[in-house]
């Protein structure tokens, strides 16, 4: 066999593997799919029967409801606070130099190393020590602390495919910093900006650990109020919220990628 063909039939071998792991990383979703039609009243697979009840039921239930209004609420103003807070942190970290710049981006990126129980934890402990309401401020706080990094690794990347000889032209011209970065450097970065957040939106939308412990009844989101029902109830109710939290999930991503290219926000592609 000459080196080229052994060369295909190893990439032929290593595609039916990835393509194996795949299938088996994905086995618990289809599982979830099929167990979600499901007719009986407990969690059976495969079905006995057919049924779109739990659906209805997954719709109309109050507590998901609840969740699912007080999640798009945190969402909303985390996911926002995250873009207006990282796109001035990015822009001065990436082109500014000053004293601690990387202790600040190390404490800044930290909670991508950090789990999130803990920083979940550390609020509530802090919020007891002073004797702080847990309403909606809190999650939020939580939320945009969890997601920030991620805004400002989108930002990063936006800011490093920006041109800096355009910004320095503008500056030569007697534009002030602030109107260099208002008029020059956010247009430029736009994609990032969106890309930054919709990706705060997904994550603090399916923010679970840390919500746990900051949440209240009142401020449950979704995936708090998922986990009060599994405790209670082993219908597939959550099967059918789990299915169309997926399918949601999937067609922000799919547009996220097809609009800005996922690729190049998380920088696994090198820009063009």
């Known amino acids: 066999m000459t080196r080229s063909n052994q060369d295909r039939w190893l ?21 979830v799919i099929i167990s979600s039609f499901s007719s009986t ?14 659906f209805e039921r997954a719709l109309s239930y109050a507590d998901f409801r609840h969740g699912l209004s007080a999640g798009l609420v945190v969402t ?13 942190l990015a822009i001065a970290i990436n082109r500014y130099t000053f004293r601690f710049k990387a202790v600040v981006e190390a404490v800044l990126l930290s909670p991508l190393f950090i789990p999130h129980f803990t920083i979940g934890l550390g609020l509530l402990m802090l919020v007891a020590q002073f004797n702080l309401g847990r309403g909606y401020a809190l999650v939020i706080f939580c939320h945009v602390l969890l997601v ?4 400002l690794r989108s930002l990063y990347v936006s800011l490093h495919n920006v041109e800096q000889r ?40 399916n923010e679970f650990t840390a ?25 597939p109710t959550l099967a059918a ?14 547009l996220a990628n097809r ?10 592609d090198a820009p063009r």
């Open 259 to 268: 609009f800005f290219g996922l690729g190049r926000i998380l920088n696994v």
């Open 148 to 151: 920030l990094p991620f805004v």
């Open 41 to 54: 009243s407990v969690l059976f697979f495969p079905p006995k029967g057919w049924s779109l009840r739990w």
């Open 76 to 88: 909303a103003w985390a996911s926002t606070l995250a873009v207006l807070i990282g796109t001035a």
């Open 166 to 205: 355009i910004e320095l032209a503008a500056a030569s011209l007697g534009a002030s910093p602030l109107r260099v970065v208002w008029t020059i450097t956010v247009p430029l970065i736009v994609p990032g900006l969106f890309g930054g957040w919709l990706f705060a939106a997904i994550l603090s939308f």
């Open 211 to 235: 919500s746990l412990f900051v949440t209240t009844q009142a401020t449950q989101t979704l995936p708090v109020a998922m986990y009060n029902y599994v405790r209670e109830f082993a219908d």
């Open 11 to 31: 990439g032929y071998a290593g595609r039916v593997l990835v393509g194996l792991i795949l299938c088996f990383v994905l086995l618990p979703t289809v599982v």
């Open 241 to 254: 919220l789990s299915v169309m939290y997926i399918a949601v999930t999937a067609t922000l991503l799919t």
